[in-house]
């Protein structure tokens, strides 16, 4: 009896000890693979490399392992590339610490075996579009093994257990854009329309980042900073001025619309999109004084469409500066002209936005270009370079000017013939004027280019022609666009890449209440993102409706005229303003 007792007492205490143990150990061992995926699959998408994300994550089970000081990860540099992430190619690694066996795996393809539950016997989960794509997901899985207790005295030396984790991260960029932002944080009509125009934000393509396909339409979108505190005076953050002018989001079909129309091979719903408004009066954009001060309409038929919503908090322009030019803390105090030079300083203690700083090693593109170029003379650190003859400066009609490489232009440029750089970037000392005639910056997307204005107005005022290919424009404090011609054809293209992809216009200027003006050509092609955060974004338009593959992001847009302006981006040609973030998938 003594026997039997003894043995049932060992085996009470190998369930309640050993048992328990086991299942604190696996309990603990997912928290660490929780957190070590989540930062493996946020390093993939936000910049990093196959390579850095295995790092990454093996980093964060060697921080959140007790028993684990250090992690030997030289190995994701032969099984891990240190390029693009290729959705067909699995990555994985198996490395040993003490008594753990952590594998890491990324890409993780959509039927891979750790997509399952991680309960014992459970089958594949069917897919869910919060499940992402294989490259925005890591896997680490964890092996433990551990000595028994009083299990031995029953031939159970020791136990083993596993646990996996797969997550998927988002940097925003598989998120619809926002088509078009104005960032103004207090004023009324930041958004303003006239005439018989108007602005129209058109539906979206979305496109699978890795296959191409397309798959679907998404809504447009358009979103305004401002809480509408200063100088409304009977006029809202949106504010329409005529009974026939328009402010309208399309998207795809929804029980509201008030009509249809093809984007693509797509039907989409006349404003079926987003209107979002920061400042009170939400819901709805009922006259005066219903839904002051986010809104007031053109007359009770001539509403926002659709009816405008409240916009939790403002967007701000973070994520552009996040893109393209990162400091470590954005104050006044670090942020003054003389943080970065002569140019301008990007944030003021007036439009100061409550922006995050980023970390060591984020990007700082705008900085250093304006770090390179100077105030005057010649690039640093930028390749060779070649100052424009001043016999040049002056281009008549009839005359014809073709150069390739880098070029300083130091004198105000007037072109009546044509002038075309070709393979290079271009720094204007002063202003150019195309009077008639056609200026060309010709990059390609294989090699991508930047023009860089030091002051002056770069200006069409009849009509000449502009042609920017794959060309991303820095406008400096003392810089402005004045693009008003109605016969000339203006085609300005962001770089496909490079430190400036996707960027058309980075522009510091408009401190002093000046305008960046569009106008209704001949034709208006423009791709990319257009970044206006100090100045008004100003269209006038003739007759014809424009349509524009740009996001438009100002401190505020207005619309005067009889021609409608059509902003739709392109399908990953834009900053997304959704967070980055992770979710566990399984």
């Known amino acids: 009896m003594v026997a039997i007792t003894l043995f049932l007492l060992i085996g009470s205490a190998a369930l309640a000890v050993d048992i328990g143990a086991i299942w604190a150990d696996r309990s603990a061992d997912q928290k660490i693979t929780d957190s070590a995926a989540a ?23 060697a921080t ?24 067909t190619i699995e990555q994985k690694l198996t490395v040993t610490a003490g008594r753990y066996d952590i594998t890491v795996i ?108 397309e798959l679907g339409l998404v ?46 091979s797509y039907t989409a719903g006349d404003g079926c999109g987003k209107i979002q408004v920061y400042a009170a009066g939400t819901p709805g954009c009922d006259p005066y004084p219903a839904n002051f001060p986010a809104c007031t309409p053109g007359g009770s038929s001539n509403k926002p469409k659709p009816d405008p919503t409240r916009l939790n908090k403002p967007f701000t322009r973070e994520r552009v500066d996040h893109r393209f030019n990162c400091y470590g803390d954005y104050t006044w105090t670090t942020m003054n002209p003389g943080a970065i030079g002569w140019a301008t300083d990007p944030l003021t203690s007036a439009n100061w936005q409550d922006i995050k700083g980023c ?47 880098n ?17 290079g970037n271009v720094v204007f000392g002063g202003g150019v004027d195309l009077n008639g005639g056609h200026l060309k910056v010709d990059n390609a997307s294989t090699k991508q280019g930047w023009a860089f204005f030091r002051g002056g107005e770069l200006k069409n005022t009849s009509t000449g022609s502009l042609t920017l290919n794959y060309t991303m424009v820095y406008m400096a404090e003392t810089s402005s666009i004045n693009l008003t011609g109605s016969n000339g054809v203006i ?3 962001a770089p496909d890449g490079g430190p400036f992809d996707d960027l058309a216009l980075w522009s510091d200027s408009g401190v002093g209440g000046e305008a960046h003006t569009w106008a209704g050509q001949a034709g208006l092609e423009m791709e990319g993102v257009f970044f206006m955060p100090r100045a008004t974004a100003e269209y006038r338009g003739g007759s014809s409706q424009q349509n524009t593959k740009a996001q438009w992001i100002a401190d505020k847009l207005s619309a005067v005229g009889n021609s409608a302006l059509v902003v739709a981006p392109a399908d990953g040609r834009s900053v997304s303003f959704e967070g980055t973030g992770t979710t566990l998938i399984r």
């Open 39 to 61: 930062a493996g699959a946020l390093e993939a998408v936000d910049g990093g490399t196959p390579r850095s994300a295995c790092k990454v994550a093996l980093a964060y089970v």
């Open 106 to 213: 990324h890409p993780v393809a959509d039927g891979h075996q750790l997509m399952t539950s991680g309960i014992v016997g459970a089958t594949p989960q069917l897919l869910d579009p919060a499940d992402g794509k294989p490259c925005t997901r890591v896997a680490v899985e964890m092996a433990a093994t551990r000595k028994s207790l009083f299990a031995q005295l029953l031939g159970f030396s020791q136990a083993s257990t596993t646990v996996h984790t797969v997550a998927n991260a988002s940097n925003g960029d598989d998120k619809p854009p926002i088509n078009l932002l104005v960032l103004n944080r207090h004023h009324c009509e930041t958004i303003s329309v006239s005439g018989s125009g108007g602005i129209i934000v058109e539906a979206i393509i979305d496109i699978d980042p890795d296959t191409g396909a």
């Open 491 to 493: 085609k300005w293209i």
């Open 407 to 423: 070029w300083v232009i130091n004198c105000n440029l007037k072109v009546q013939g044509n002038v075309t750089i070709s393979g």
């Open 64 to 87: 959140n392992a007790k028993e684990i000081s250090s992690i030997n990860d030289a190995g994701c540099n032969p099984q891990f590339s240190n390029a693009k992430c290729d959705p």
């Open 219 to 264: 809504e447009g979108m358009i979103a305004a900073d401002s809480d509408g505190t200063v100088g409304c005076n009977n006029r809202g953050v949106l504010h329409i001025a005529s009974t026939s002018a328009r402010l309208l989001a399309h998207g795809p079909t929804c029980p509201g619309q008030t009509g249809t129309h093809m984007v693509g």
């Open 359 to 405: 970390t060591s090693g984020d990007p700082a593109h705008i900085y250093n270009l304006i770090t390179n170029v100077k105030q005057t003379g010649t690039p640093s650190n930028l390749g060779t370079w070649s100052t424009w003859p001043a016999s040049n400066c002056n281009v008549g009609n009839g005359v014809t000017i073709s150069v390739s490489g």
